[in-house]
């Protein structure tokens, strides 16, 4: 099957500008996240999504980010206007929605993660 | 605050030489564990979990990791690492809120170098 698919791969903007990254979870998967690393710092949760509803936004940073993902398909993560500090890895992630019997076991797929680079 | 400690920041090796990474967590509650691998160009994969049952649990290409709940740990483990193990290791927990997984929590991540 197809794997976790994100776009663009690295982006360079400079500060003030908006920038758009798409995720493409694996097919079937309702439930998708996002994630960022700063460099040197530990991966964060940003949001989960369940099909189209926001289930979790805790981790979103500020109001500069906005998340959605229409018809429960992939997924855009918005940042605008970018700031220096959002320069990062943003990891999207997707996973089935959990079966009967499996209670609390959730296994995440990862994309590569796109590299943005506010100047 | 819940956190996931990795003892180590960059660890090199020689093939052959035994690998152990320590991960620590702070949840008092039940947990589901996990350890990421992120080899150089590549995505983020799974390398082994722990949800419940056997603490001792086998990954893919020789991995082990054992759950040590009196100690809030998860160590990482091989016995004899190859050069192509070299890559980025993360530890990460998922708090379960009866029943219902939380979100991951990762530590910052193990660089492994091996040296040929």
């Known amino acids: 099957e197809a794997g976790v698919t994100q776009f663009p791969s690295h982006s360079v903007i400079e500060k003030g500008q908006t920038v758009t990254l798409r995720c493409d979870p694996i097919?079937?998967?309702?439930?998708l996240y996002w994630y960022r690393r700063v460099m040197g710092k530990e991966i964060k949760f940003l949001l989960h999504?369940?099909?189209?509803?926001?289930?979790?936004e805790s981790g979103m940073p500020n109001n500069r980010f906005l998340a959605e993902r229409t018809g429960g398909t992939y997924s855009t993560l918005k940042v605008q206007p970018a700031e220096l500090e959002d320069s990062g890895v943003y990891f999207c992630?997707?996973?089935?929605?959990?079966?009967?019997?499996?209670?609390?076991?959730?296994?995440?797929?990862f994309g590569a993660g796109s590299r943005l680079t506010v100047l | 605050a819940q956190s996931v400690s990795q003892h180590n920041h960059h660890v090199i090796l020689s093939e052959a030489a035994s690998l152990e990474l320590g991960c620590n967590y702070s949840?008092?509650?039940?947990?589901?564990l996990f350890w990421y691998v992120q080899y150089p160009g590549q995505h983020l994969q799974l390398l082994l979990k722990?949800?419940?049952?056997?603490?001792l649990v086998k990954g893919i290409k020789g991995f082990e990791a054992e759950f040590i709940k009196s100690k809030f740990s998860f160590n990482l483990r091989k016995p004899s690492v190859q050069w192509s193990d070299t890559a980025e290791y993360f530890c990460?927990?998922?708090?379960?809120?009866?029943?219902?997984?939380?979100?991951?929590?990762f530590g910052k991540g193990t660089k492994l170098s091996v040296k040929p």
């Open positions: 999504f369940v099909k189209e509803s926001k289930q979790d």
């Open positions: 992630a997707s996973s089935q929605r959990l079966r009967g019997g499996i209670s609390g076991a959730n296994v995440l797929t």
């Open positions: 949840y008092g509650g039940t947990v589901n």
């Open positions: 722990y949800f419940s049952g056997d603490p």
């Open positions: 990460a927990v998922a708090p379960n809120y009866g029943g219902s997984q939380g979100n991951l929590i």
């Open positions: 097919s079937g998967h309702d439930n």
